[in-house]
């Protein structure tokens, strides 16, 4: 991804070579010499990451930093420090700063330090779209709420206001009208409360420390179905996993590959009539080295204009006014571990997901945290 990187450093010889192998690796970069300069240019022009240095003179990089904090609290900001500023880049992670690396300089390091904030800017315009989405129809469920609320109230103090000479079909009559209304009300909270959940579930996903380490799918996988098994049996679904137990350990994000087969679940049994099933599958694709999971449910399918879309940037949720932040959550947590994911499914034909997932993960999330083993 393409990014307006802004380099303020007070060396010279650093500021030009960090210049010319950043815009090697195609990036658009702007440099300053000191603080100053700098904070000038951030005013001048946007840019989506800035690599400052701590120790220069004049304002150094803490002043500064706290500056963009105030200023561009949007702009993530990489400390460059030498061995002997370790605490200053210490402080400036506490006044803000996303990361920082060390002088001199890898470039895996460096890499590294410039995919994350790029991950972060493509999340940061992701939620920006899908936060924009769910307020609107937030405001939307919220009409009702608000006028069903107005005519309960009318209709309570009309009754009370006629209550000494009101007949008994005119009290059948008022009666049914606030049951009507009472009903709106508490359909349209059911939805608000369903979408407020959805965005609470995604930003505990997203505020998660991502951290690789052993895991046994099977564990995982009947730590989901403990969960979710009570809302299978209301509807008399069978809700079981096959092939799990044979499976090998997978380095991975705990956390996430729960949160991924969670969704997964969760969003089928809606969508399965009593007496059906949803199940978990495991092989292992051993000349690929991965791990195959299948989700599979009887229910009612997909139409091709979700089913198409699941999946990208115009994605349409499964349910009926959905947010669709499940999916996003299910599509980024197949993507931390470098996998795939895909999906068969036909109106009144059930639905297959199929993940592949690899036994390690890929250097750039491994590189995030340590992998004990």
């Known amino acids: 991804m393409k990014l307006r990187l802004l380099v303020i450093d007070d060396d010279p010889d650093l500021l030009l070579i960090l210049t010319d192998w950043l815009q090697a690796a195609g990036h658009e970069v702007r440099s300053a010499p000191d603080g100053e300069a700098g904070i000038a240019a951030l005013g001048h022009t946007p840019v989506d990451l800035v690599l400052l240095d701590v120790d220069m003179p004049k304002m150094d990089g803490i002043q500064v930093l706290k500056l963009v904090s105030k200023r561009w609290p949007e702009v993530p900001v990489v400390m460059m420090t030498g061995h002997g500023s370790i605490r200053l880049a210490v402080e400036a992670m506490r006044e803000g700063a996303t990361d920082f690396v060390t002088k001199p300089f890898q470039h895996a390091q460096l890499e590294a330090a410039i995919a994350q904030a790029a991950s972060r800017h493509r999340l ?30 009318g209709e309570i103090s009309e009754l009370f206001h006629r209550l000494p000479e009101i007949t008994a079909a005119q009290a059948e009559e008022r009666h049914h009208a606030c049951s009507e209304i009472i009903e709106m009300l508490q359909r349209a909270s059911r939805r608000l409360h369903e979408r407020t959940k959805d965005i609470a579930d995604y930003v505990k996903y997203c505020g998660m420390p991502v951290k690789f380490q052993p895991c046994r799918l099977a564990h995982t996988a009947e730590s989901v179905m403990k969960s979710l098994r009570p809302m299978a049996e209301q509807k ?47 092989s292992v694709d051993e000349p690929a080295e991965c791990i195959v999971l299948t989700v599979q449910d009887t229910g009612n399918g997909m139409p091709p204009e979700v089913r198409d879309h699941l999946f990208t940037g115009h994605s349409v ?18 993507e931390l571990h470098g996998g795939r994911i895909s999906v068969q499914s036909q109106p009144g034909q059930g639905t297959i997901f199929t993940i592949r997932l690899p036994l390690h993960p890929p250097a750039a999330a491994a590189g995030r945290a340590p992998v004990s083993l």
């Open 317 to 334: 949720s499964r349910k009926a006014g959905g947010t669709g932040l499940g999916t996003k959550i299910i599509k980024d947590a197949v």
């Open 236 to 282: 008399r679904l069978d809700l079981h996993a096959e092939g799990l137990n044979l499976l090998p350990t997978l380095v991975g994000d705990e956390s996430r590959l729960f949160s991924l087969l969670y969704n997964l679940v969760h969003n089928a049994i809606p969508e399965v009539p009593a007496e059906g099933s949803v199940v978990i599958r495991g």
């Open 124 to 153: 940061k315009d992701e939620v920006t779209r899908l936060l924009g989405e769910v307020s609107h129809e937030i405001k939307n469920l919220l009409m009702p709420v608000v006028s069903g609320t107005d005519l309960l109230e």
